[in-house]
């Protein structure tokens, strides 16, 4: 059936925001739950924030906005017909997509590593409210990890489909909508950084 | 297709260089970096930074690198929607959070 | 607009491609017959709740009974919400009739994403096994009631983690849907069908559509949170571990009230569709009803917090959500008003599509000015969380939503099967229907007004009149439901061949051959004028 | 029948409002329905074989959005001052704390004195703040149109202002486990000098009402098997179920003819569920407690008659 349908590049894009929409309000959803409970215990996230490793964030936050721009990179290159170019901007952005998860599985495991994590036994010795901003801390970077290997894994397939001339100069829109895919998780973190990091 | 504004958002004509896209990185960057600054000054200059610089960066990366600037006005309608909604969700809640 | 229907193409109940029989069906990227298959699927579950129900009105015939242990008896009310809400009433009308009808509504040959459209549909299905599974595994069924209220759903022995998880796949089908059903409104209205000339029923979808973007990721994420909580305790809830149950309630009814309105906006499209076809004139006041479907959604993702008026909300906030309330309540009268004004000076042949569309009118309104009652502060106090609710939400939901999806069906019928059902049968189904439902939920509302609290398994003996009248209700309720579906099964297969046109409808599906060929249209149609101009045939007859 | 009992100045208020609203939405009704029928049989197919085509009226729209409006703006007014009015507690209340648990009430008064039941002067108002140990709780007391939720790490109030004598029921109106219907309490309305002489008497002072509660007594209790209307009415089945299901004491499902380990005087020994155990656990229940379960029950005199009901009824339960 579908083959009769022409082709629609904007309807694609359209789809994909309102998919957007939804991640954003999925997340809209834990900052809210954020803002309820730094509401109730500043004090309480002041100092469970003190205990993150600002240097890795900020490091981390880096790496995510620079693999944002090497996938925007590579669009431009695709429509350029630099296919070349595409490779090496994706790879990158699938490189540096990696770099910012190893860097946090060593953030979380330090923390396992002091006793904290859900249910652990040292945490339940804290305040309740920084019991709350650790829960907070595992499940919004938690789940803002598996969106990143997502990302990656889209991004992936991207990478195999420049590779296989299946995305070229006429015909780029998946790595478009991929694309916006990654820069939304970039966003989630862009917001992540100063509230559990930098102003908590 | 029967709206001419979308019709006319079919993708604007020209498409935007590396250079463009390299310029918003660094200015991402340097945002960054003053959000940091802030952070370390104390906790009231944080939170404002939280509270200014961060829409700044997020709406950097929508409008150019999501090519929202490139794009016709139902994209951002969309996305203004979608902000204003998660906004007024904040506001009532916090009608019963903020006055127990 | 041609109005002799080409017989060029198979039906789409035809299998042409490589694959036969039940293959076709379940590889099938037509939207007919995804539309199909939701409405086999949810019909299923459908039953097996209003088994549920019926046990559950049969435990309250007696004060003190022994026949089911407490246990299994909040099991039953769980699943029978669980069930009933998110696999019957929330995606119901849109997976359906929306599915099967929005692309031919606005002349299109599919919906935008044909494939992800079957997806879908197997998210949902996937998500029903989930459902059903939890009943069996683990602890065995979730007895929280469909609301999962923590701190109860944290610390409860039974498989809450396994049922929220399937209500969160659900979720993920729906958005799915909605996603697909805006872009295709978006993009794919024929040649001249500008905004306003789009039958009502595609407003209707439309807004549905958007508030299943907005509203179901709070939900999806919220009973994330549920099971993160029961595995790992991150303590968000947990009032031991300085979480707040307030939280949680408020994150459930941001979505879950707007799924109210996901509920009913389809169900009023589809009234809106079959009254000016009955009438034989336009709908009064196509503006109005349209503006007040995008209206309803807007206002009523803002009213989430009417149910939680007794847990201790501020008194700002109770007032605010009290006034917002009774704002959502007006854009509902107007559409009443305006149904009700498209009969008058109409020339009405009356149809069981129409006898039932009536019903719905009639119960709705009671449903609605029920929630009014709930919205007034000071009688919400006393009615909140009794059988009061239970009465008037059934009179919502099953009144409203589950009649306008019959009256969507008797409408539709002659449409999708290309065959007839017998009238006379459809009129007797409904007596007993209507005086059962009646006798049912009304009963169930003094019941609530006489202090019943819901969710009991045991009532004190003040209470035992009210629930015998109650249980009598239900078995005229199922009897009348038996005899509505037997019909319509009996008419599937053995039903004369209907025509094309049987109730000289306007709108476009009226147009093509019943049961329409596999791409709806031979050729693209071209709009020139709204969607219900019934002057051109009369001229003709 | 006790229902639409007002038994408080709560529920004048609930009330009024409800009246207020019951009579708009009935014309509301009416009007729909009659309309609605006359339309279908005036112009009907027959009668009026040709329909105008009137596609709307802005008039009538703009008429019909402000009317309702308005309505349900006043609606919202009466039903947020009355309201209003049923929160906020006067000064000179007397607060009790109300505290819920799985599956029961608990009372306590400002001089610290504690009971199971809600005792209440009439005419005088009680605050009550309520709170939670466990789940969310609903505190519901249907003849004061009054409820509040019992959130756990949390203080809601409420207040009532009882106008009548007597005893009304209080229910859980929030789902909180197995036993959830069965977590009910009265409030027990006396006069304020039985009150006050409970309330300033000494440990064992007599509970007020007692008049009261047995006047009420259990309507249904007639068609009961004997012994488990005697179980009922004596409260027995608070601890003990008959289905076998876990409660504070042991179950009576199956219990006849087990082995059953008792400790007495401090040593376990094991003995076997007869007539003459069961006679001289409940006649003497601190004699022999069961292993595993508290010495919580209390001496309840029986006649003889009812003991053998009760015996003989537990009997049955194998």
Same mark, same amino acid.
């Given at each position: 059936?579908?083959?009769?349908?022409?082709?629609?590049?904007?309807?694609?894009?359209?789809?994909?925001?309102?998919?957007?929409?939804?991640?954003?309000?999925?997340?809209?959803?834990?900052?809210?739950?954020?803002?309820?409970?730094?509401?109730?215990?500043?004090?309480?996230?002041?100092? *469970?924030?003190?205990?993150? +490793?600002?240097?890795? %964030?900020?490091?981390?936050?880096?790496?995510?906005?620079?693999?944002? @721009?090497?996938?925007?990179?590579?669009?431009?290159?695709?429509?350029?017909?630099?296919?070349?170019?595409?490779?090496?901007?994706?790879? #990158?952005?699938?490189?540096?997509?990696?770099?910012?998860?190893?860097?946090?599985?060593?953030?979380?495991?330090?923390?396992?590593?002091?006793?904290?994590?859900?249910?652990?036994?040292?945490?339940?010795?804290?305040?309740?409210?920084?019991?709350?901003?650790?829960?907070?801390?595992?499940?919004?970077?938690?789940?803002?990890?598996?969106?990143?290997?997502?990302?990656?894994?889209?991004?992936?397939?991207?990478?195999?489909?420049?590779?296989?001339?299946?995305?070229?100069?006429?015909?780029?829109?998946?790595?478009?909508?991929?694309?916006? /895919?990654?820069?939304?998780?970039?966003?989630?973190?862009?917001?992540?950084?100063?509230?559990?990091?930098? =102003?908590? | 297709?029967?709206?001419?504004?979308?019709? =006319?958002?079919?993708?604007?004509?020209?498409?935007?260089?590396? %250079?463009?896209?390299?310029?918003?990185?660094?200015?991402?960057?340097?945002?960054?970096?003053?959000?940091?600054?802030?952070?370390?000054?104390?906790?009231?200059?944080?939170?404002?930074?939280?509270?200014?610089?961060?829409?700044?960066?997020?709406?950097? &990366?929508?409008?150019? !690198?999501?090519? @929202?600037?490139?794009?016709?006005?139902?994209?951002?309608?969309?996305?203004?929607?979608?902000?204003?909604?998660?906004?007024?969700?904040?506001?009532?809640?916090?009608?019963?959070?903020?006055?127990? | 607009?041609?109005?002799?229907?080409?017989?060029?193409?198979?039906?789409?109940?035809?299998?042409?491609?490589?694959?036969?029989?039940?293959?076709?069906?379940?590889?099938?990227?037509?939207?007919?017959?995804?539309?199909?298959? /939701?409405?086999?699927?949810?019909?299923?579950?459908?039953?097996?709740?209003?088994?549920?129900?019926?046990?559950?009105?049969?435990?309250?015939?007696? #004060? !003190?009974?022994?026949?089911?242990?407490?246990?299994?008896?909040?099991?039953?009310?769980?699943?029978?919400?669980?069930?009933?809400?998110?696999?019957?009433?929330?995606?119901?009308?849109?997976?359906?009739?929306?599915?099967? !009808?929005?692309?031919?509504?606005?002349? =299109?040959?599919?919906?935008?994403?044909?494939?992800?459209?079957?997806?879908?549909?197997?998210?949902?299905?996937?998500?029903?096994?989930?459902?059903?599974?939890?009943?069996?595994?683990?602890?065995?069924?979730?007895?929280?009631?469909?609301?999962?209220?923590?701190? !109860?759903?944290?610390?409860?022995?039974?498989?809450?983690?396994?049922?929220?998880?399937?209500?969160?796949?659900?979720?993920?089908?729906?958005?799915?849907?909605?996603? +697909?059903?805006?872009?295709?409104?978006?993009?794919?209205?024929?040649?001249?069908?500008?905004?306003?000339?789009?039958?009502?029923?595609?407003?209707?979808?439309?807004?549905?559509?958007?508030?299943?973007?907005?509203?179901?990721?709070?939900?999806?994420?919220?009973?994330?949170?549920?099971?993160?909580?029961?595995?790992?305790?991150?303590?968000?809830?947990?009032?031991?571990?300085?979480?707040?149950?307030?939280?949680?309630?408020?994150?459930?009814?941001?979505?879950?009230?707007?799924?109210?309105?996901?509920?009913?906006?389809?169900?009023? *499209?589809?009234?809106?569709?079959?009254?000016?076809?009955?009438?034989?004139?336009?709908?009064?006041?196509?503006?109005?009803?349209?503006?007040?479907?995008?209206?309803?959604?807007?206002?009523?993702?803002?009213?989430?917090?009417?149910?939680?008026?007794?847990?201790?909300?501020?008194?700002?906030? &109770?007032?605010?959500?009290?006034?917002?309330?009774?704002?959502?309540?007006?854009?509902?009268?107007?559409?009443?008003?305006?149904?009700?004004?498209?009969?008058?000076?109409?020339?009405?042949?009356?149809?069981?599509?129409?006898?039932?569309?009536?019903?719905?009118?009639?119960?709705?309104?009671?449903?609605?000015? #029920?929630?009014?009652?709930?919205?007034?502060?000071?009688?919400?106090?006393?009615?909140?969380?009794?059988?009061?609710?239970?009465?008037?939400?059934?009179?919502?939901?099953?009144?409203?939503?589950?009649?306008?999806?019959?009256?969507?069906?008797? /409408?539709?019928? $002659?449409?999708?099967?290309?065959?007839?059902?017998?009238?006379?049968?459809?009129?007797?189904?409904?007596?007993?229907?209507?005086?059962?439902?009646?006798?049912?939920?009304?009963?169930?509302?003094?019941?609530?007004?006489?202090?019943?609290?819901?969710?009991?398994?045991?009532?004190?003996?003040?209470?035992?009149?009210?629930?015998?009248?109650?249980?009598?209700?239900?078995?005229?309720?199922?009897?009348?439901?038996?005899?509505?579906?037997?019909?319509?099964?009996?008419?599937?297969?053995?039903?004369?061949?209907?025509?094309?046109?049987?109730?000289?409808?306007?709108?476009?599906?009226?147009?093509?051959?019943?049961?329409?060929?596999?791409?709806?249209?031979?050729?693209?149609?071209?709009?020139?004028?709204?969607?219900?101009?019934?002057?051109?045939?009369?001229?003709?007859? | 029948?006790?229902?639409? +009992?007002?038994?408080?100045?709560?529920?004048?208020?609930?009330?009024?409002?409800?009246?207020?609203?019951?009579?708009?939405?009935?014309?509301?009704?009416?009007?729909?329905?009659?309309?609605?029928?006359?339309?279908?049989?005036?112009?009907?197919?027959?009668?009026? $074989?040709?329909?105008?085509?009137?596609?709307?009226?802005?008039? @009538?729209?703009? @008429?019909?959005?402000?009317?309702?409006?308005?309505?349900?703006?006043?609606?919202?007014?009466?039903?947020?001052?009355?309201?209003?009015?049923?929160?906020?507690? $006067?000064?000179?209340?007397?607060?009790?704390?109300?505290?819920?648990?799985?599956?029961?009430?608990?009372?306590?008064?400002?001089? *610290?004195?504690?009971?199971?039941?809600?005792?209440?002067?009439? *005419?005088? $108002?009680?605050?009550?703040?309520?709170?939670?140990?466990?789940?969310?709780?609903?505190?519901?007391?249907?003849?004061?149109?009054?409820?509040?939720?019992?959130?756990?790490?949390?203080?809601?109030?409420?207040?009532?202002?009882?106008?009548?004598?007597?005893?009304?029921?209080?229910?859980?109106?929030?789902?909180?486990?197995?036993?959830?219907?069965?977590?009910?309490?009265?409030?027990?309305?006396?006069?304020?000098?039985?009150?006050?002489?409970?309330?300033?008497?000494?440990?064992?002072?007599?509970?007020?009402?007692?008049?009261?509660?047995?006047?009420?007594?259990?309507?249904?209790?007639?068609?009961?098997?004997?012994?488990?209307?005697?179980?009922?009415?004596?409260?027995?089945?608070?601890?003990?179920?008959?289905?076998?299901?876990?409660?504070?004491?042991?179950?009576?499902?199956?219990?006849?003819?087990?082995?059953?380990?008792?400790?007495?005087?401090?040593?376990?020994?094991?003995?076997? &569920?007869?007539?003459?155990?069961?006679?001289?656990?409940?006649?003497?229940?601190?004699?022999?407690?069961?292993?595993?379960?508290?010495?919580?029950?209390?001496?309840?005199?029986? #006649?003889?008659?009812?003991?053998?009901?009760?015996?003989?009824?537990?009997?049955?339960?194998?």
């Amino acid at each position: 059936m579908s083959g009769h349908l022409h082709r629609d590049d904007f309807g694609s894009r359209l789809g994909m925001w309102l998919f957007l929409v939804t991640e954003m309000v999925l997340f809209g959803g834990l900052f809210i739950a954020y803002s309820y409970m730094r509401y109730r215990y500043p004090g309480e996230f002041h100092h *469970g924030g003190s205990e993150l +490793n600002v240097t890795l %964030g900020v490091i981390n936050t880096v790496v995510l906005l620079t693999s944002s @721009l090497t996938v925007v990179l590579a669009i431009v290159a695709v429509q350029r017909a630099e296919k070349r170019r595409a490779m090496t901007f994706l790879g #990158t952005t699938l490189v540096l997509g990696l770099t910012f998860l190893v860097i946090k599985s060593f953030e979380w495991g330090a923390k396992f590593h002091h006793g904290l994590y859900p249910n652990s036994p040292h945490l339940a010795t804290l305040p309740p409210g920084e019991q709350v901003f650790f829960g907070l801390y595992f499940t919004m970077t938690g789940l803002h990890g598996l969106h990143v290997v997502a990302g990656l894994s889209v991004l992936g397939v991207m990478l195999w489909w420049v590779a296989t001339d299946r995305i070229r100069q006429d015909r780029y829109i998946h790595l478009e909508n991929g694309g916006l /895919y990654w820069h939304l998780v970039d966003v989630i973190w862009i917001f992540l950084l100063p509230l559990f990091y930098l =102003a908590a | 297709m029967s709206e001419h504004v979308e019709q =006319a958002s079919e993708h604007a004509a020209e498409h935007p260089g590396y %250079g463009t896209f390299i310029k918003v990185w660094v200015a991402l960057v340097v945002l960054t970096g003053c959000l940091v600054g802030m952070s370390l000054v104390s906790q009231t200059y944080a939170v404002w930074g939280l509270l200014t610089l961060t829409p700044l960066k997020a709406g950097l &990366v929508f409008y150019f !690198f999501m090519h @929202l600037r490139y794009e016709g006005p139902l994209f951002k309608v969309v996305v203004l929607v979608t902000l204003g909604t998660l906004l007024i969700f904040f506001a009532l809640l916090f009608s019963d959070v903020a006055f127990r | 607009m041609s109005t002799q229907a080409s017989t060029a193409q198979p039906s789409y109940l035809v299998d042409t491609g490589t694959r036969k029989g039940l293959m076709a069906w379940l590889t099938t990227t037509d939207h007919k017959r995804i539309g199909l298959l /939701y409405l086999y699927a949810m019909l299923t579950f459908f039953f097996v709740a209003v088994g549920i129900g019926f046990v559950m009105r049969l435990v309250q015939l007696t #004060t !003190f009974q022994h026949l089911i242990t407490a246990r299994t008896y909040n099991a039953l009310f769980t699943v029978h919400g669980v069930i009933m809400i998110f696999l019957f009433v929330v995606p119901g009308i849109p997976a359906v009739f929306g599915n099967f !009808f929005l692309p031919i509504l606005i002349g =299109a040959k599919d919906v935008s994403f044909p494939r992800l459209n079957l997806l879908s549909w197997y998210v949902f299905m996937a998500g029903a096994i989930f459902a059903v599974l939890s009943l069996f595994t683990g602890g065995g069924a979730p007895d929280t009631g469909w609301t999962f209220y923590a701190p !109860f759903s944290l610390k409860t022995g039974t498989n809450v983690s396994l049922a929220v998880f399937a209500a969160f796949v659900l979720g993920f089908s729906s958005m799915l849907t909605g996603i +697909n059903f805006i872009t295709t409104i978006h993009r794919l209205r024929a040649p001249g069908m500008k905004w306003f000339r789009m039958p009502l029923m595609c407003w209707a979808l439309y807004s549905t559509a958007w508030i299943q973007l907005l509203a179901t990721p709070i939900v999806a994420i919220t009973l994330v949170l549920v099971i993160l909580e029961r595995f790992f305790g991150i303590g968000i809830f947990d009032p031991a571990k300085g979480g707040d149950p307030l939280l949680y309630q408020h994150l459930f009814w941001i979505y879950s009230h707007p799924a109210v309105y996901i509920m009913i906006l389809p169900a009023m *499209g589809v009234i809106t569709e079959i009254i000016p076809t009955f009438a034989k004139r336009p709908i009064f006041g196509y503006k109005a009803i349209a503006f007040s479907s995008m209206s309803i959604a807007g206002v009523g993702s803002l009213v989430w917090a009417h149910h939680m008026f007794t847990s201790g909300l501020s008194s700002l906030s &109770v007032m605010l959500f009290s006034l917002l309330t009774m704002i959502v309540a007006v854009p509902s009268a107007i559409k009443v008003f305006n149904w009700v004004s498209t009969l008058y000076k109409g020339s009405i042949d009356f149809q069981p599509p129409l006898l039932f569309a009536l019903t719905f009118i009639f119960l709705f309104c009671i449903g609605g000015l #029920t929630g009014v009652m709930q919205g007034a502060l000071a009688i919400n106090v006393h009615i909140h969380d009794t059988y009061f609710i239970v009465g008037h939400f059934h009179y919502v939901m099953f009144g409203g939503t589950g009649m306008a999806l019959f009256a969507g069906l008797l /409408y539709w019928f $002659p449409k999708m099967w290309g065959r007839m059902y017998s009238r006379k049968a459809i009129y007797a189904s409904w007596f007993p229907m209507f005086i059962g439902f009646n006798m049912l939920y009304f009963g169930m509302m003094i019941l609530g007004m006489m202090g019943m609290p819901r969710r009991y398994y045991v009532h004190l003996p003040q209470f035992h009149f009210m629930h015998v009248v109650a249980t009598v209700g239900s078995w005229f309720l199922v009897l009348g439901l038996l005899m509505f579906f037997g019909t319509l099964i009996y008419a599937m297969f053995k039903g004369e061949k209907a025509e094309d046109n049987p109730w000289g409808g306007v709108t476009l599906e009226w147009t093509i051959p019943s049961p329409p060929p596999q791409e709806n249209f031979e050729e693209i149609p071209t709009i020139t004028q709204g969607p219900y101009h019934f002057v051109q045939q009369e001229g003709k007859s | 029948m006790d229902w639409m +009992n007002q038994a408080a100045l709560s529920a004048q208020k609930s009330d009024a409002v409800f009246f207020y609203v019951f009579g708009l939405s009935v014309v509301f009704l009416v009007f729909i329905t009659t309309l609605m029928i006359y339309f279908v049989v005036r112009y009907s197919k027959k009668r009026h $074989p040709k329909a105008e085509q009137i596609e709307g009226h802005v008039g @009538l729209e703009i @008429l019909w959005t402000t009317i309702p409006l308005v309505m349900f703006l006043s609606i919202f007014y009466y039903g947020w001052t009355n309201y209003e009015y049923m929160r906020l507690a $006067p000064r000179d209340a007397m607060a009790v704390k109300v505290t819920a648990r799985q599956w029961s009430w608990s009372f306590e008064y400002p001089n *610290g004195k504690q009971s199971k039941v809600l005792f209440a002067p009439i *005419g005088r $108002p009680m605050k009550m703040e309520v709170r939670s140990v466990d789940m969310v709780h609903g505190f519901f007391v249907p003849a004061f149109r009054l409820k509040i939720d019992a959130v756990p790490s949390r203080t809601n109030t409420t207040w009532f202002q009882a106008t009548k004598v007597g005893s009304f029921d209080i229910e859980c109106t929030v789902i909180c486990g197995v036993d959830h219907s069965l977590m009910l309490s009265k409030v027990i309305v006396v006069p304020e000098d039985e009150f006050k002489a409970w309330y300033f008497g000494g440990e064992d002072a007599p509970e007020p009402g007692k008049a009261l509660r047995a006047a009420e007594a259990h309507p249904d209790l007639g068609s009961l098997p004997p012994g488990l209307a005697v179980l009922t009415a004596k409260g027995c089945l608070t601890c003990h179920s008959v289905d076998g299901k876990p409660k504070v004491g042991p179950t009576l499902h199956a219990l006849y003819g087990r082995e059953q380990e008792v400790l007495v005087a401090g040593n376990t020994r094991t003995v076997t &569920v007869d007539d003459a155990f069961l006679r001289r656990t409940i006649t003497n229940p601190a004699d022999q407690v069961v292993r595993g379960y508290p010495p919580a029950m209390p001496r309840i005199p029986l #006649t003889d008659q009812e003991l053998d009901d009760v015996v003989r009824y537990i009997k049955t339960l194998n």
